[in-house]
């Protein structure tokens, strides 16, 4: 029966407009780091506002989401197979399913939000119903099944003056305003005026918006450490240490900065058993604490942590890993699939690492800092979870993961994201780059390039005044989204004729 319903409704949207909903997709994503194509982006969005206007029927309509789609995200989201090519004998033959179950199971967000639009909506009121719908899919996107933000439609503004929203209306803000200004443009033939006015409306809006002010230094500096250890080297038995006295002899370079700070599992080794370790990245940094990224153990339980070292070499202060990656630092059922072989592709012990308990405001001698161990930056919600305000942000990461092509930098964006989004600073130390203090406007204030072995030191801004991103999150947007569907809705029902 599904593949019956599948072929009809293929027959349905025919072959061109299929195309050109792949196409599409696969068009739209080149506005994503590292290419930042914006001049696609308006082709794009009015040829998926086009196909679901075409549509002859809300599963013909779904299935030219689910296509636009598939193109979007198979291309935007490619780095994904770089992790199974860390050890290409046994992993490199799953990188195409994974790419293409991932990219598949993505877009039946979109697919949704197109077939909806099409069944409560009809003509060219189809556009401002899937404008809100596609808004909806995305926030599910954003928060269901853990979460998937990555490759978001804010991720495009990041260079540009649409990016001064991010502190008002947040990332889901931005994608609404983005659906809202080129969706129209599907009928721009036709109602040339009603077509153009929101793309002009929403720039008039996004130019209207001031930059953030430009935050003061705080006179503190931050060292910021870059071992630059490829995955496929890092936890070899043979080269594993030649990275951690690396770090340690970047440590120990005068001058003597405030607070240093060492990338995500930084350390091969359980903080358990790292007493003689600590105590030489402690006297190499010359009694200045240092923050790193450690694994340990507690109850048989294992953490991806970030450690604050004192001066003496003692563990002052931890925050654990809560948001963790599915499959790759902990695997669903992973007693059970542990039996047979499968385990997380971060994690060093067992199936996975347990998850720690959330975010939580962390003590360091510069400030107070909301600690954030890589993917953790890629959730806004997650930030604006913790229950208070920090002074700064602080990302540790090993990036070594994600290639060298496209998924550093889209990582980069994103945390540039969350410092704009909360007004704070943000120290980022990636293993293999890019390392970065990041301004509370999103701006790099200086960086080490991807690939480099080496250190920064980097002055430390003061926070700006709370945003009013960071005070209601994303229920104003999600409320407004909600609504839109809710009043498309009963707009039909009031219209159809009554029996």
Not at 243 to 268: G, H, K, M, Q, Y
Request: proline fraction near 8%; charged fraction near 15%.
């Amino acid at each position: 029966m599904i593949s019956l319903g599948l072929r009809r409704s293929a027959r349905q949207l025919k072959l061109a407009p299929a195309a050109l909903a792949f196409g599409g997709g696969a068009l739209l994503s080149l506005a994503l780091a590292p290419w930042h194509l914006l001049l696609g982006l308006p082709a794009a969005l009015a040829a998926a506002g086009w196909v679901a206007v075409q549509a002859a029927s809300a599963r013909s309509a779904a299935l030219a989401g689910w296509l636009f789609g598939l193109g979007y995200f198979a291309f935007g989201l490619s780095w994904i197979i770089e992790p199974f090519q860390i050890d290409p004998e046994r992993h490199a033959w799953m990188a195409p399913f994974a790419l293409l179950f991932l990219a598949a199971g993505l877009a039946l967000f979109w697919a949704a939000a197109f077939g909806l639009s099409a069944r409560i909506s009809r003509g060219a009121w189809r556009i401002p119903v899937l404008v809100a719908a596609w808004s909806l899919a995305e926030f599910a996107r954003a928060y269901l099944l853990t979460g998937f933000p990555w490759a978001a439609f804010g991720q495009f503004w990041i260079d540009t003056p649409a990016a001064n929203l991010l502190p008002w209306a947040g990332p889901q803000g931005l994608a609404l305003l983005t659906l809202a200004a080129f969706l129209p443009l599907a009928l721009l033939r036709q109602r040339p005026l009603a077509a153009a006015a929101p793309l002009a409306l929403a720039a008039a809006a996004a130019l209207a918006v001031p930059a953030p002010q430009q935050a003061a230094q705080t006179g503190k500096t931050v060292r910021i450490v870059q071992p630059n250890a490829p995955q496929d080297l890092k936890w070899h038995p043979e080269h594993r240490w030649e990275f951690v006295r690396r770090s340690v002899a970047f440590s120990a370079e005068a001058p003597r900065p405030d607070l240093i700070v060492w990338p995500e599992t930084a350390v091969p080794q359980l903080l358990n058993y790292a007493d003689d370790t600590l105590r030489v990245i402690s006297d190499s940094a010359g009694g200045v604490p240092v923050l790193l990224g450690i694994q340990r153990e507690e109850a048989g339980a294992y953490y991806n942590s970030a450690v604050l070292l004192d001066g003496d070499g003692m563990a002052a202060a931890t925050y654990d890993k809560a948001h963790l990656v599915p499959f790759g630092e902990y695997v669903p059922f992973g007693d059970v699939l542990g039996r047979f072989g499968v385990s997380g592709f971060a994690s060093q012990a067992g199936a996975g690492y347990a998850a720690g308990p959330g975010a939580q405001v962390m003590g360091l001698p510069i400030g107070s800092a909301l600690p954030l161990i890589c993917y953790e930056a890629v959730f806004p919600q997650d930030v604006n979870a913790a229950d208070r305000r920090p002074e700064m942000l602080v990302q540790i990461t090993n990036d070594a993961w994600f290639g060298t092509r496209s998924g550093p930098y889209q990582h980069l964006v994103q945390a540039r994201m969350r410092a704009l989004e909360q007004g704070l600073p943000m120290i980022r130390a990636a293993n293999t780059g890019v390392s970065a203090m990041i301004a509370p406007d999103g701006g790099m204030l200086d960086s080490l390039p991807l690939g480099q072995a080496g250190y920064i030191d980097a002055g430390l801004p003061a926070p700006l005044p709370p945003t009013l991103y960071s005070r209601t999150g994303d229920w104003p947007v999600f409320l407004l989204c909600l609504f839109g569907v809710f009043a498309a809705f009963f707009r039909r029902r009031a219209l159809a004729p009554q029996s």
